[in-house]
């Protein structure tokens, strides 16, 4: 359809983010902290038994103009994590800091004129348009709740921003239901740009929407990221969607991050074992592999309950690598190499950071089952080669100081000598 072909993006009228301030590198969001637990109330008196720990203590920052890419499991907390910093939910724990003010618990009132900073796009294109509403009032909603008066007037901006988004603008006075599922899609986007935002997260944008939109769409968010200045945080399943659109990339497990790192480091080197089986399920688009051995790895069993999430490393009861110190210790997400951050006590392609505990448990024996030899090997081979390369800097840099070390010593035995000789000369005296 006419509607859904590529169209030339006019700039946003009143836009006050440039390519030059998208490229400062200044911090937009910072989240700190963030949890998010809903209680579980059973009996006549619905008293607390439980808690469902849907996102449970994670951090991380937000440049002005970059794209952050969320990827994991259903589940895993991904969604919950995108309306706690829309602050569509209540943190029950943790910090949500925007242009350095914190947001966290402000009420409706005081958020009120954030919302036109931080807009969300939902993922159903379907459910999240009301059906008894036209375009036009569905686009315009957030001028009237805002209180905005657009130059020209609602409806010639409410046409404008139809426009932006590819759809025709004569469309203002029709019903969702007359549209397909891309083209609702990007009523959603439309709705969200119209208060110019800083921000906008959007919740699997394109999952529900046929193979052949999803494409026009991720190039619609990019061409207008590149145009607008937006900043986004896109939750996504589709690994190939995140590459394309991402430029740092969050991978959430179980309610907790556990690696971040930019786009290459992650795809061209994975450090953490759930991002490499993720990684290894990734279909590759080439006839020529017709036949050849997958190598695949398949996880054992599913995602534990968020009720009662395994002690230490969540990750432990699927893991291949995992050992005592797994169950009983949690890892930090530590910054192992420049730009990649990972919560893992045995990295892949990276040296062992618990060298001493070896033993690994029987889940893990039976995990490792499950996985490619050549797989297995790779891993081994380039850990102990990056554990080679790390020992030697740190024989290398050490080695300066045991000479100055040394020397030293030698001087002061030297300062000495004299000394202690009077004093035996003068015992023996």
């Not at 991002?275 to 080439?286: F, G, H, R």
């Not at 033993?359 to 790779?378: G, T």
Request: hydrophobic letters at 40%.
């Amino acid at each position: 359809m006419s509607d859904e072909k590529a169209v030339s993006i006019p700039k946003q009228a009143g836009s006050t983010l440039t390519e030059d301030s998208a490229g400062d590198g200044e911090v937009l969001l910072r989240v700190s902290g963030l949890k998010k637990h809903f209680p579980i109330r059973k009996g006549l008196l619905q008293r607390q038994t439980g808690a469902v720990r849907a996102v449970d203590g994670i951090d991380f920052e937000v440049r002005k103009g970059e794209t952050l890419g969320v990827v994991g499991e259903s589940g895993c907390g991904k969604s919950t994590m995108g309306r706690l910093i829309t602050r569509l939910l209540e943190p029950t724990g943790g910090t949500v800091e925007f242009e350095g003010r914190d947001i966290t618990h402000l009420g409706v009132g005081q958020m009120r004129p954030m919302r036109r900073d931080v807009q969300m796009i939902f993922q159903d294109p379907y459910s999240s348009l009301n059906p008894r509403h036209t375009i036009g009032t569905i686009v315009g909603a957030p001028f009237k709740l805002q209180g905005v008066q657009p130059e020209g007037g609602v409806k010639k901006e409410v046409q404008r921003l139809l426009s932006v988004v590819g759809l025709n603008p004569e469309h203002y006075n029709r019903y969702p239901h007359e549209f397909s599922g891309g083209q609702r899609q990007r009523i959603g986007i439309a709705r969200a740009l119209a208060l110019n935002p800083k921000l906008v997260v959007a919740d699997e944008p394109v999952s529900a929407l046929d193979v052949s939109i999803q494409a026009q769409v991720v190039n619609l968010l990019d061409d207008l990221q590149e145009e607008l200045g937006l900043t986004y945080v896109i939750i996504a399943h589709d690994l190939s969607v995140v590459r394309h659109v991402s430029d740092r990339i969050a991978v959430m497990y179980l309610g907790k991050i556990v690696e971040l790192a930019d786009r290459e480091s992650l795809y061209t080197a994975p450090m953490h074992p759930y991002t490499k089986a993720l990684m290894s399920a990734v279909p590759i688009p080439d006839p020529k592999r017709r036949g050849v051995k997958s190598e695949r790895i398949l996880l054992r069993g599913d995602v534990p309950s968020p009720i009662a999430p395994p002690s230490g490393c969540r990750f432990h009861t699927r893991c291949w690598k995992a050992t005592e110190v797994c169950r009983t210790t949690e890892p930090p997400l530590l910054e192992l190499k420049p730009g990649q951050r990972v919560a893992c006590h045995h990295p892949e392609n990276f040296q062992d950071q618990q060298p001493q505990d070896t033993v690994l448990l029987s889940v893990a024996k039976e995990a490792a089952e499950l996985v490619a030899d050549e797989v297995l090997a790779e891993s081994a081979e380039t850990s102990a080669a990056v554990a080679a390369v790390a020992a030697e800097v740190s024989e290398a840099a050490e080695a300066p100081v045991a000479e100055d070390a040394s020397e030293a010593a030698a001087a002061e035995d030297d300062a000495e000598a004299p000394a202690s000789e009077d004093v035996t000369d003068g015992d023996n005296k």
